[in-house]
């Protein structure tokens, strides 16, 4: 059985997109950041060494609840996100092969709403410390940060 269930942050801001010219199917992917389990004193040890604390796992969201995740979330927004992991390859311009790995999700789960939305919401979010301020430079399709 491939089924996944992850609960973790947006690193940035939802783009919607549309598949093909018809404006019919659209879709997101975004960057889902899960705090690693440890407890809090090596949590502080890893950060004040320069090492994540975080896994990064790329998803794709497809239809309505892409539309849906473009109108309700944004960087920093909490969800739990249900699908299967999808693997893929595809060969460089030197000839070499780089083997790929995303979440394609079923359904995202909101843990909030948007921080303009904060005081309509009874579940508040949104951490001003939030973990995700220092990978500001995540690119999505990358496999690291750039800091």
Do not use: H, W
């Not at 997101?28 to 090492?51: T, Y």
Request: proline share 3%; glycine share 6%; net charge negative.
């Amino acid at each position: 059985m491939n089924s996944v269930q992850l609960s973790g942050r947006l690193t940035k801001d939802l783009e919607l997109r549309r598949l093909d010219n018809s404006n019919k199917t659209a879709v997101i992917n975004f960057m889902l950041a899960v705090d690693k389990e440890m407890s809090k004193e090596k949590k502080r040890e890893c950060e004040d060494q320069g090492k994540q604390t975080a896994d990064f796992i790329p998803v794709r969201v497809f239809g309505k609840p892409a539309e849906n995740c473009a109108k309700y979330l944004e960087k920093g927004s909490k969800v739990i996100v249900i699908g299967k992991i999808t693997t893929g390859s595809y060969i460089t311009q030197t000839g070499e092969i780089k083997y790929t790995m995303q979440i394609t999700a079923d359904r995202v789960e909101f843990i909030g709403a948007k921080k303009s939305n904060r005081n309509q919401s009874p579940i508040d979010f949104y951490d001003e410390d939030c973990f995700l301020d220092n990978y500001n430079y995540y690119d999505e399709y990358d496999e690291s940060p750039l800091l």
